[in-house]
């Protein structure tokens, strides 16, 4: 399968009011990563992972290629009562996973409840009642890339301080959409 065919298997799936969340990841599953489908998304920077548009679902979801350069990662974060399935494409990504905190009005650490290592072409899945999580490249030599579904989209996450539990927020940008960097 190609990664077009993956996009309108997707649009057939979220064309239904109810969307089965195992039937999600078991066609995300079935595409087998090709660099030769996702390239002209993946933009890696020096300086931070960047998030690439690569289709927006008809407004139900949001497909976006995730590049990691050596050692870079994302902060502990929500996904704002959204669904996001995570597909490695290229090399391995470490998923930490948080509680939420027990008080927002107490400054507290956040409880770290497991930790994962996916490798490429492996699907993982969480939501808000899942908990938080912090995503990471931890190789010193290899980047990684990853395949995000958002259901519904969202513009806007928490991001949170895991030596004291506050949140913020913060807004989500692309570097790029459908293969061109934004301006």
């Known amino acids: 399968m ?19 969340i195992d039937v999600v990841k078991h066609v995300m599953e079935s595409y087998e990563s090709n660099l030769d489908d996702w390239g002209k998304y993946a933009y890696f920077s020096p300086h ?6 690569v289709d927006r679902g008809n407004g139900k979801f949001n497909l976006i290629l995730l590049c990691w350069g050596e050692g870079q990662g994302s902060g502990v974060h929500d996904h704002s009562g959204s669904h ?24 507290e650490q956040l409880t770290e409840t497991a930790t994962n290592i996916y490798k490429n072409n492996e699907v993982t899945y969480i939501c808000d009642q899942i908990g938080l999580h912090r995503v990471e490249n931890e190789s010193h030599s290899n980047r990684a890339a990853s395949l995000h579904l958002y259901s519904p989209p969202f513009d806007i996450a ?24 934004s301006k």
Request: proline share 3%; hydrophobic share 35%.
């Open 2 to 20: 190609k990664l077009e065919e993956l996009i309108e298997k997707l649009h057939a799936l979220f064309a239904e009011k109810e969307v089965n």
């Open 48 to 53: 931070r992972y960047t998030r690439n548009l």
């Open 84 to 107: 996001c399935f995570m597909k490695i494409m290229e090399g391995q990504l470490k998923e930490t996973l948080f509680a939420w905190p027990h008080d927002p009005s107490v400054e």
């Open 158 to 181: 928490q991001s949170f301080d895991q030596r004291t539990g506050k949140a913020f927020e913060c807004h989500v940008t692309f570097y790029s959409e459908n293969g061109e960097i």
